[in-house]
């Protein structure tokens, strides 16, 4: 006889992770659902809160796709030419209008949480390897400098056709 074991995450969990979430430098924090980083099928929740910097990056693989949800909250995400330039934006919200985006391998993208207490809900092939899950773009800045606050707040706004105005 085989006993299944499902897990639930509910409501309870997702506000905690949000509350962690407000409370990390970073202005995220994740939930993975997957067991293990050698997964084959990544499945996790981000938390992320207004302000936190998504550098922009890419899955330099064919199988580097990546599926977002709109779980709560709202965050629009961003994805760009070789040289920063946008070339679509969706904006996404939990219960409203579109709910999802689909990212193909290859692309440079980024994402804003666009209210507090935004939640996605991200799904990718694995296995997860740090050191070359993603190529991060050379003409974003990098995570802790001071041009990313003003990244973050250009991303809020810009639109297809805009290039990040820093770009070398």
Known sequence: MVTAIIRVIGN??????????????????????HPVLDDPVQRLFNAMEP????????????????????VRGAFSLLAFDERGKVISRADLEAGTGDAA???????????VAMAPGTVMFEVKPGPYRSLDDKDFALWAPQEGDRAAADMVAWYETAQPGMTWPRCG
């Open 101 to 111: 985006v689909e990212i193909p391998g290859y692309v440079w993208h980024a994402a």
């Open 51 to 70: 302000g936190t910097y998504v550098r922009p990056h890419r899955h330099a693989r064919s199988e580097g796709w990546e599926l977002m949800l709109a």
């Open 12 to 33: 309870p969990e997702l506000t905690r992770l949000s509350s962690a979430a407000a409370g990390a430098a970073r202005r995220r924090k994740n939930l993975n659902i």
